[in-house]
C-alpha cells in the first residue's frame, strides 16, 4: 500500500512554470514505476508522463514533450513534473499515480496500469 500526496500547483501565467511534486508514503517506492495524468473539466483523465524504475526510462505524452519534464528522487519518496512554457490548454487537475505491477512492452501511459492515486493539485493557465 501507498498513499501519494500532490503539491506544487497553482495559477501562472501562459509562458511561465510549475513544478508539481508527489510524496510518497511507504518502504518500496523505489519499485514504483510512477506516472502524471491530468483531467480538465468536462474531459478525461489523460496521460502525461511516466518514470520508471531507476529513472531508466521517461515516456511523455505528445503534448508536452519538450516542455515537462519527469523525474524521481528514490531518497526522497518524491516524484516531480516540472513544467515549463505552460499553455492554458495545460489546464486541469494533475495526478500523481504509482504502478506495482510489470507490464512489458509499454509506456505506462494507461490509467489500468496503475494502482494507487493521490488526490490531485489544480494548475490553472491564465492567458
Known amino acids: 500500500q501507498v498513499q501519494l500526496v500532490e503539491s506544487g500547483g497553482g495559477l501562472v501565467q501562459a509562458g511561465g512554470s510549475l513544478r508539481l511534486s508527489c510524496a510518497a508514503s511507504?518502504?518500496?517506492?523505489?519499485?514504483?514505476?510512477m506516472g502524471w495524468f491530468r483531467q480538465a473539466p468536462g474531459k478525461e483523465r489523460e496521460f502525461v508522463a511516466s518514470?520508471?524504475?531507476?529513472?531508466?526510462?521517461?515516456y511523455y505524452a505528445d503534448s508536452v514533450k519538450g516542455r515537462f519534464t519527469i523525474s524521481r528522487d528514490d531518497a526522497k519518496n518524491t516524484v516531480y513534473l516540472q513544467m515549463n512554457s505552460l499553455k492554458p490548454g495545460d489546464t486541469a487537475v494533475y495526478y500523481c499515480?504509482?504502478?506495482?505491477?510489470?507490464?512489458?512492452?509499454?509506456?505506462?501511459?494507461?490509467?489500468?496500469?496503475?494502482?494507487?492515486w493521490g488526490q490531485g493539485t489544480q494548475v490553472t493557465v491564465s492567458s
Open positions: 511507504g518502504r518500496t517506492f523505489s519499485s514504483y514505476v
Open positions: 518514470i520508471t524504475w531507476n529513472a531508466a526510462s521517461t
Open positions: 499515480a504509482a504502478a506495482a505491477r510489470f507490464y512489458s512492452r509499454t509506456t505506462y501511459s494507461a490509467i489500468r496500469e496503475y494502482d494507487y
